[in-house]
């Protein structure tokens, strides 16, 4: 850290884009549940509010961790993917997921899928970046 608000150590730069809670769950949906719109996103569980989700999103694509594309089906509607830099993250991602599912006792995480990632993580991020083959081309 070379000042006293730490701006120059790494971790204070990956947080400052992705650090709180909202911006992983719109990662987690986007990687995991294969969420592309504004609305999708809005139907997650932990119940985003939609200020919260259009200033994340805008900062996710702002710092090109993802991308905004119109919709070629519906050109009122906006489809979000990962970039390779989001993709570059899968693996903090997994390491988050499987410390708390570990560490949660109320956790609805399924065990099958938590022992997938545990077993296997190299191959686990290998199936999900090949849902983004087309960002390696």
Not at 79 to 103: M, N, Q
Request: charged residues 35%; hydrophobic residues 35%; proline residues 5%.
């Amino acid at each position: 850290m070379n000042d006293g608000e730490g701006k120059n150590c790494p971790i204070f730069f990956s947080l400052e884009i992705f650090g709180d809670k909202w911006s992983l769950l719109i990662l987690r949906d986007i990687l995991h549940f294969d969420k592309q719109h504004y609305n999708e996103f809005l139907e997650s569980d932990e119940g985003i509010s939609t200020n919260i989700l259009a200033d994340r999103l805008k900062k996710l694509e702002s710092e090109g961790i993802i991308s905004k594309e119109k919709d070629p089906d519906n050109k009122k509607q906006f489809i979000y993917s990962p970039t390779k830099k989001c993709l570059d993250l899968l693996p903090i991602i997994l390491e988050i997921a499987v410390w708390g599912a570990k560490y949660d006792p109320e956790t609805k995480a399924p065990p099958e899928e938590m022992a997938k990632i545990r077993k296997n993580r190299k191959e686990y991020i290998q199936d999900i970046r090949a849902k983004f083959q087309y960002l390696d081309q």
